[in-house]
């Protein structure tokens, strides 16, 4: 069984190439599967497929199999994660520091990837949880082919959409999504990216591959099927209707951005109003804190910022929800 884990701090389109993954035949998602007993079985939020996950006939199926009617009490297990699959256990993770509820939390996850394989038939898995201490911990499975993407995007454009409010439909009552201040985000991005890039040179190696949202959205089908190629996949059942246009089917995923609800007809497109609505002093700042990084990733110190007078313009083209996030 061959897993592909999707790592980096969010807001880098990462849920909406899952979404795009899970629809070639090969492949199935779980979404963010590392928030399965919080946000699904205990708080009873919604998959992919609108309906609650605990409701959902799919993730019924898969936990039947994975536990042969014996799950694990969802509460326990989120307790677990929250002590030792921190972020800042990642390095622990990796060099195999599992004690006994990590490691009974590891072999949980594992039974959970092969149970997908067996009910959805799929060569490939793909867990877009983004979390490094995820993909420390899948690298540690038995049974299993992992294989690691690093996802980035300009830090800039990171910290605006974090700033930015944004509806988070998978509660029963209306919410919002987190929001996160620019220093914040940009922290973050910079901590995450260095941890998975450690944990693709020490636990993933010759099985791990960055890509960069701006590449991903210049060519969607390309990159796509570069994917498929990196994990050893066939590429049949596209769901790409054009080079950059993809008819996508009801998913059952397991958290994400609210895009996972999206179906049908969708067109890609770069998110690139950050550009000129972002405040100066944020982009500034941004700059400041990811300096180390923005080389390493090709990214200007001085990025592109369209003249005022077209500022204007752009600024009404702004959407709420990222075009390809
Ligand atoms: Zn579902």
């Known amino acids: 069984m061959k897993v592909l884990y999707i790592a980096g701090w969010g807001r880098s389109g990462t849920t909406i190439l899952d979404n795009i993954l899970g629809g070639y035949d090969a492949v199935a998602t779980a979404g963010e599967l590392y928030y399965l007993w919080r946000r ?41 994660q929250r002590q030792s699959i921190r972020v800042r256990d990642t390095r622990r993770l ?69 700033t ?39 636990s993933y190696s010759g099985r791990a591959s960055r890509l960069r949202y701006e590449d991903f959205v210049a060519n969607p089908r390309g990159t796509v099927e570069g994917l498929l190629g990196f994990a050893g996949v066939p590429a049949t059942g596209s769901p790409f209707t054009g080079e950059r246009t993809v008819e996508l089917a009801t998913n059952h995923t397991v958290s994400g951005n609210p895009g996972r609800f999206r179906t049908g007809a969708i067109e890609l497109r770069p998110d690139d109003g950050w550009r000129s609505a972002q405040p100066r002093r944020r982009r500034l700042v941004s700059t400041a804190l990811a300096l180390p990084l923005l080389h390493r990733y090709g990214y200007p110190v001085q990025p592109r910022v369209p003249r005022p007078a077209r500022a204007a313009g752009r600024r009404m083209a702004v959407t709420d929800v990222p075009a390809a996030t």
């Open 40 to 80: 699904g079985l205990v708080q009873r939020r919604r998959c992919g497929c609108g309906k609650p996950l605990v409701d959902c006939a799919f993730w019924g199926g898969v936990l039947a199999v994975a536990y042969r009617g014996k799950p694990p009490a969802a509460r326990q297990t989120a307790a677990v």
């Open 94 to 162: 990796s060099r195999g520091g599992f004690d006994a509820a990590a490691a009974r939390y590891r072999d949980e996850v594992a039974r959970l990837y092969a149970a997908l394989g067996t009910v959805t038939g799929a060569e490939l898995i793909v867990d877009s949880s983004k979390t490094p201490s995820g993909a420390a911990v899948l690298a540690r499975c038995h049974n299993v082919e992992p294989y690691l993407l690093h996802m980035v995007r300009d830090p800039r454009a990171v910290a605006h959409s974090w």
């Open 164 to 202: 930015r409010a944004t509806a988070q439909p998978d509660r029963r009552v209306p919410a919002q999504m987190r929001r996160h201040t620019t220093a914040a985000s940009t922290a973050t991005w910079v901590a995450w990216n260095v941890l998975v890039e450690d944990l693709a040179r020490d």
